[in-house]
């Protein structure tokens, strides 16, 4: 209905950056969460605890933790992958105290994969393996007063396997949901799916977590990356099916290592122009979205690939 709010999961500074060569400063990143914050993001996915061997850009996730200015009214989720990246963070956390509205972040994703390569690839264990491992990871950080969201890779077509079945992401998604994700987010990692494939992946998630808290669609999220253009569309129609949590990256900034080719992530002014447009509201300045979508392009060297950004800059 008319009005009603779309949370945007900012995921720049994270998914935008983590697939960049050259390594780019912690200070600008620092300065795109200030910047994000500014625009009205509610959430602003900002590193990961990650191996730095996989993905170098991550490395430098605890000192942007650090020297970020405070804000315990807006999350600042980081990618933990296994016992080691949470230990990372609970050491960093433990600097702050009990009290919990000085952490710097209170929030951490969890990220899986509904195809055994991708799986692989990602996170060097089968689905299986990675299941056991995350449940491990979740009690832990729920017992530590942490927020645990979850992410399903490759719901519709892997790089290396071709077309997923979605019945496999409705079992995972049951599983995140069981081990505590507040929130499962249905990854089209690759870029290619079609508004019909995401619902399809969506209906069965809820279809199998059907009569537990996962059948209500409040529980999962949209993020898509726009290889082929299809982001948006797929975007707006996870949201007509009720989603209400929809992932987006400024200027379109992005791409997964272990996905040969992917672009970005569907671009913020673009999702933001679209759920405005339909009627939404996401607290997001559409212009202010755009300069920044334009400043960070710039900041790693790359053209802006938002074309709505780019239109909105030139009017
Ligand atoms: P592994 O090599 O099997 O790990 O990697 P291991 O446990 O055997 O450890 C090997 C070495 O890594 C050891 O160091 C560990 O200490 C270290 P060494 O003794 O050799 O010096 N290590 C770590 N260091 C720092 N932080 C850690 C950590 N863990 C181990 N957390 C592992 C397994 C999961 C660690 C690795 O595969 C990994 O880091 N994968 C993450 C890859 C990644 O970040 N991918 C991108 C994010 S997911 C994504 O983009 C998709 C998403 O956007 C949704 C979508 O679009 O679909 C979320
Ligand atoms: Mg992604």
Redesign the pocket.
Known sequence: SKGEHVRIVEVSPR?GL?NEKGLIPASTKVELIHKLRKAGAECIESG????????PQ?KDTAEILRTMRPDSTISHPV?V??D??LD?LLKLLEEYGSDKSAWPTDEIAL?TAASEQFCKA???CSIQESLQRLEKVSERALNAGLRVRG?I??VAHCPYQGKVKPEASGEIAEQLLQMGCYEVSL?D?VGSASPSEMREVLAKCLQKTSGKNGGDVSKYAA?C?DTMGTGLANVLALVREGVRSVDAAVGGLGG???SPGATGNIDTESVVYGLHAEGYETGIDLEEAAKIGQWISDQVGKQNNSSAGRAILAR
Do not use: A, E, I
């Open positions: 998914d983590q990961s605890f990650v191996s730095p061997k996989w993905v991550m990618l992958p296994n080691k990246g990372l990220f990602n996170t060097n992410y890779s490759v990854g990692t993020h990356h997964c290592p272990y």
